[in-house]
C-alpha cells in the first residue's frame, strides 16, 4: 500500500482535486492559445466564449501568417541555432563533468558552483556585454553570436546534471571495461554514454528548450530580418501588423508544436534524467 492509499478519503480526494487544478492551469492557457488560432478572425474580438462556437477549418489564420511573414525562414533559423546549441551544449558539458568527476581537477567544486552561479544571471544583464563583444570580433548580427549567447545559459545547467550522473555512476564498470582492453575513450563511448541516456535527453531537451523560446539574446544580437528568430519575428508582428491575434496564437502554437512532440515522446527519459541528476554533491 503506498503513501495514497493510507490517506482517508477526504485526503485523497484533496489531493486529486489540487492536482486537477494545477493540471487546468498549466494546460488551460496552451488550450486557449490554440483555439484561438482556429477561430475566425471577426471571432476573436466578440465576447470570449470556453467552447468556440466555429472552428475556422481552413487555417486562414495560418495562412495569413506565412502570407504576411517570412515564418519559414525564422523557422529555419530558430532549428539551426537550437540544434547547434544542443549539440555543442551535450559536447562540452560531457567533457567538462566527465574531467571532474574521474580526474583529479583542483577545484572542481568551486568550477561547478561557479558555472551555476553565472546561469543565475539574467539574460537582459548578459546581452548588452555580448553585444559590443560580438560587435569587435566582426559577428554583429550573425546567428553565431546568438548561439554562443545560447551557450552560456545551457552549458552550466548541462554541467551540472552530467556532474550529478557520474558521480553517482561506479568507476569500477569503467576499469573492468579497460580491463578487457577498451581505452579510456573506449570505456567512455561504450560503458557512460549508454548509462547517461536519459541525461543526455534531458541537457537536449532543456538546451532545445532554453535556445528555441529564446527573445531577448535573439533580439539584442541581431537586427536583420534574414537572421531573425522564431520569438523575435513573432513579437514583430504585434507592431507591424496592428495586433493580429488570430495570427500571433497561430505563430504561439506552431512555436510550440515541437515542443509538444519532444515532451510527448522523450517524457520517460526526461523525468528519469531529472530524478537521477538532482542529487545531493
Given at each position: 500500500m503506498n503513501a495514497v492509499e493510507k490517506l482517508p478519503f477526504w485526503g485523497r480526494a484533496g489531493l486529486w482535486l489540487g492536482i486537477g487544478l494545477m493540471c487546468l492551469w498549466s494546460l488551460f492557457p496552451i488550450y486557449w492559445m490554440v483555439v484561438s488560432s482556429l477561430r475566425p478572425p471577426r471571432d476573436l474580438f466578440a465576447s470570449p466564449t470556453l467552447i468556440p462556437a466555429r472552428i475556422d477549418w481552413k487555417?486562414?489564420?495560418?495562412?495569413?501568417?506565412?502570407?504576411?511573414?517570412?515564418?519559414?525562414q525564422q523557422f529555419r533559423n530558430s532549428l539551426l541555432v537550437a540544434s547547434v546549441v544542443v549539440v555543442v551544449t551535450l559536447v562540452l558539458s560531457l567533457v567538462i563533468a566527465y574531467t571532474v568527476t574521474r580526474y583529479r581537477v583542483p577545484g572542481k567544486s568551486a568550477i561547478v558552483g561557479g558555472m551555476l552561479y553565472a546561469y543565475m544571471f539574467p539574460p537582459m544583464l548578459l546581452a548588452i556585454p555580448m553585444l559590443s563583444l560580438f560587435a569587435r570580433m566582426g559577428l554583429a548580427?550573425?546567428?553565431?553570436?546568438?548561439?554562443?549567447?545560447?551557450?552560456?545559459?545551457?552549458?552550466?545547467?548541462?554541467?551540472?546534471?552530467?556532474?550529478?550522473?557520474f558521480k553517482n555512476?561506479?568507476?569500477d564498470l569503467e576499469e573492468a571495461a579497460m580491463v578487457d582492453g577498451c581505452t579510456r575513450l573506449g570505456a567512455?563511448?561504450?560503458?557512460?554514454?549508454?548509462?547517461s541516456l536519459?541525461?543526455?535527453?534531458?541537457?537536449?531537451?532543456?538546451?532545445?528548450?532554453?535556445?528555441?523560446?529564446?527573445?531577448?539574446?535573439?533580439?539584442v544580437l541581431v537586427s536583420s530580418d534574414s537572421n531573425m528568430t522564431l520569438p523575435v519575428g513573432l513579437a514583430a508582428i504585434l507592431g507591424t501588423f496592428?495586433?493580429?491575434?488570430?495570427?500571433?496564437m497561430a505563430g504561439a502554437t506552431l512555436i510550440a508544436a515541437p515542443l509538444f512532440a519532444m515532451f510527448v515522446f522523450?517524457?520517460?527519459?526526461?523525468?528519469?534524467?531529472?530524478a537521477a541528476g538532482a542529487v545531493k554533491g
Open positions: 487555417f486562414e489564420n495560418y495562412v495569413t501568417l506565412l502570407e504576411l511573414t517570412d515564418y519559414v548580427d550573425n546567428l553565431l553570436a546568438v548561439v554562443l549567447a545560447h551557450c552560456t545559459l545551457t552549458l552550466p545547467l548541462g554541467v551540472w546534471l552530467f556532474w550529478g550522473f555512476m561506479p568507476f567512455f563511448v561504450r560503458i557512460v554514454l549508454p548509462l536519459p541525461g543526455i535527453v534531458t541537457v537536449a531537451i532543456f538546451s532545445f528548450l532554453l535556445s528555441w523560446t529564446d527573445y531577448v539574446f535573439s533580439f496592428d495586433a493580429r491575434w488570430g495570427e500571433v522523450l517524457s520517460r527519459y526526461f523525468i528519469q534524467g531529472l
